[in-house]
């Protein structure tokens, strides 16, 4: 990586926070860097100490092209770090180790040393300097029971050159962790160190495809990754309100993976697109293993017909409302000549209801099928489906669109239509056989 050095600035920042710090230290240096902006603090050494500079404070800080997740500019980054440097600058020059105490139920050590709060004022008075006093006194009390380094939290700016991917584990090293997780787990539900599985009914004794397995599978397992040591950091609010529990080193994690999407803890200089791939861990065998395990029965995936059918139902169901029980859509549905008379009737129930619906959400989906609904206007009903699911299932994608997700277009049916479909469909009208699996072979029967 290329991290020539551009320039040291001393002042014009375009941070005031930056220039601030001139006041305490007798130098102030800031290099630009291609990832980082590197920031040293420090103090001429007094003759006798046989060196030249002590430096109090180095920090790498991300630049701002080294987070593609992170719009902040540099000046915004620099001003983010020098601020708390700000806050706690008194304690800085003079380090030292806390003991170790005992915290109460309220999470305040017995042994800290404490800090006398004002009286809250009686009157609409008094409250602007009451707020003043209180923070002063709150931080007071921080500094006193902690260490710059303890109130001195920067995770989120602070860049690491470290590329902690090369510690991810391999494809069959990953599946053979889901198996421990799903072994521990499944009759144990709950968050462990290395992994979380907290819903083992979403995936246990339910007859279902291998898609939905699949999809079953990214929501109801977490797998940790990579652990690493992170250091205790007071915690504190922007009042300065402690927070703080038991000083003590904890186990966290680079990485976490559901399903087959990994994802990462805090910012890299590289995105989301250039993290290894495990698409492919729950192969046909890691499936079989998983079923047996779960007692889950196999099924095939639903028909393009049948996900239209659920999710008209459920569209009937949001516009019916809260007279929907009195309706009876299923039964009624059924006594009806034609779809025009059907929809006739509907939109008379629902003014006698005086039910005026409105808005839209999320229809049935399974299989890697998503429904929508809008009842706005006249009404909409879209089914899609990734690509690759489309694929796999080795079912027609002709004359289907796609969208900007990466789906195909499977159903998207508007206003009449809705009505005419829900009709035939739901009537068991159709007798001729037919591959059904896009919008423009079900108007061909429709018409």
């Given at each position: 990586?290329?991290?020539?050095?551009?320039?040291?600035?001393?002042?014009?920042?375009?941070?005031?926070?930056?220039?601030?710090?001139?006041?305490?230290?007798?130098?102030?240096?800031?290099?630009?860097?291609?990832?980082?902006?590197?920031?040293?603090?420090?103090?001429?050494?007094?003759?006798?100490?046989?060196?030249?500079?002590?430096?109090?404070?180095?920090?790498?800080?991300?630049?701002?092209?080294?987070?593609?997740?992170?719009?902040?500019?540099?000046?915004?980054?620099?001003?983010?770090?020098?601020?708390?440097?700000?806050?706690?600058?008194?304690?800085?020059?003079?380090?030292?180790?806390?003991?170790?105490?005992?915290?109460?139920?309220?999470?305040?050590?017995?042994?800290?040393?404490?800090?006398?709060?004002?009286?809250?004022?009686?009157?609409?008075?008094?409250?602007?300097?009451?707020?003043?006093?209180?923070?002063?006194?709150?931080?007071?009390?921080?500094?006193?029971?902690?260490?710059?380094?303890?109130?001195?939290?920067?995770?989120?700016?602070?860049?690491?050159?470290?590329?902690?991917?090369?510690?991810?584990?391999?494809?069959?090293?990953?599946?053979?962790?889901?198996?421990?997780?799903?072994?521990?787990?499944?009759?144990?539900?709950?968050?462990?160190?290395?992994?979380?599985?907290?819903?083992?009914?979403?995936?246990?004794?339910?007859?279902?495809?291998?898609?939905?397995?699949?999809?079953?599978?990214?929501?109801?397992?977490?797998?940790?990754?990579?652990?690493?040591?992170?250091?205790?950091?007071?915690?504190?609010?922007?009042?300065?309100?402690?927070?703080s529990r038991e000083?003590?080193?904890?186990?966290?994690?680079?990485?976490?993976?559901?399903?087959?999407?990994?994802?990462?803890?805090?910012?890299?200089?590289?995105?989301k697109q250039d993290?290894?791939?495990?698409?492919?861990?729950?192969?046909?065998?890691?499936?079989?293993?998983?079923?047996?395990?779960?007692?889950?029965?196999?099924?095939?995936?639903?028909?393009?017909?049948?996900?239209?059918?659920?999710?008209?139902?459920?569209?009937?169901?949001?516009?019916l409302w809260y007279?929907?029980?009195?309706?009876?859509?299923?039964?009624?549905?059924?006594?009806?000549?034609?779809?025009?008379?059907?929809?006739?009737?509907?939109?008379?129930?629902?003014?006698?209801?005086?039910?005026?619906?409105?808005?839209?959400?999320?229809?049935?989906?399974?299989?890697?099928?998503?429904?929508?609904?809008?009842?706005?206007?006249?009404?909409?009903?879209?089914?899609?489906?990734?690509?690759?699911?489309?694929?796999?299932?080795?079912?027609?994608?002709?004359?289907?669109?796609?969208?900007?997700?990466?789906?195909?277009?499977?159903?998207?049916?508007?206003?009449?239509?809705?009505?005419?479909?829900?009709?035939?469909?739901?009537?068991?009208?159709?007798?001729?056989?037919?591959?059904?699996?896009?919008?423009?072979?079900?108007?061909?029967?429709?018409?």
């Amino acid at each position: 990586m290329s991290c020539c050095t551009i320039k040291k600035n001393k002042t014009n920042s375009a941070s005031k926070e930056y220039d601030a710090l001139n006041k305490h230290f007798d130098s102030v240096e800031l290099e630009q860097h291609e990832k980082y902006q590197l920031l040293i603090l420090r103090d001429k050494a007094s003759t006798s100490k046989n060196i030249d500079w002590i430096v109090w404070l180095q920090i790498k800080i991300a630049a701002d092209t080294a987070n593609p997740n992170h719009s902040a500019s540099n000046a915004e980054n620099l001003s983010s770090v020098c601020k708390p440097i700000l806050d706690w600058i008194e304690i800085l020059k003079v380090p030292y180790e806390k003991k170790v105490s005992q915290v109460n139920l309220f999470g305040e050590s017995e042994d800290d040393e404490v800090e006398t709060m004002p009286e809250r004022p009686t009157g609409e008075k008094g409250w602007d300097k009451y707020w003043k006093d209180s923070n002063k006194a709150k931080i007071n009390y921080l500094k006193k029971n902690y260490t710059f380094l303890e109130l001195f939290n920067i995770n989120f700016y602070e860049y690491s050159n470290v590329d902690y991917r090369k510690k991810l584990p391999t494809m069959e090293e990953v599946r053979e962790l889901y198996k421990q997780a799903i072994t521990l787990g499944k009759d144990n539900a709950g968050r462990y160190e290395e992994f979380w599985f907290d819903t083992p009914r979403y995936l246990k004794d339910t007859p279902m495809s291998d898609f939905e397995l699949r999809s079953r599978l990214k929501h109801a397992v977490r797998l940790h990754l990579v652990p690493y040591t992170r250091c205790f950091s007071a915690s504190y609010d922007m009042s300065y309100t402690n927070h703080s529990r038991e000083r003590e080193e904890t186990t966290d994690y680079k990485y976490f993976l559901d399903g087959e999407r990994l994802s990462m803890s805090g910012w890299h200089d590289f995105d989301k697109q250039d993290l290894p791939n495990y698409v492919g861990v729950f192969d046909t065998e890691m499936l079989s293993w998983i079923r047996e395990e779960l007692n889950i029965e196999y099924v095939d995936a639903i028909s393009d017909e049948n996900i239209l059918k659920e999710n008209l139902k459920n569209y009937f169901s949001s516009l019916l409302w809260y007279g929907k029980d009195e309706y009876d859509f299923d039964n009624k549905i059924r006594t009806f000549k034609d779809w025009k008379q059907f929809k006739s009737h509907i939109t008379a129930y629902l003014k006698e209801k005086d039910i005026k619906p409105n808005g839209g959400g999320s229809g049935y989906s399974i299989d890697g099928f998503d429904g929508d609904y809008s009842l706005d206007k006249k009404g909409s009903v879209i089914i899609t489906q990734s690509i690759d699911d489309r694929l796999l299932m080795n079912r027609s994608i002709e004359a289907l669109l796609e969208n900007d997700y990466e789906e195909f277009i499977i159903h998207n049916i508007k206003g009449d239509d809705i009505y005419k479909l829900a009709f035939e469909l739901l009537n068991g009208i159709h007798i001729k056989k037919s591959t059904q699996t896009s919008l423009f072979d079900f108007m061909e029967l429709a018409a």
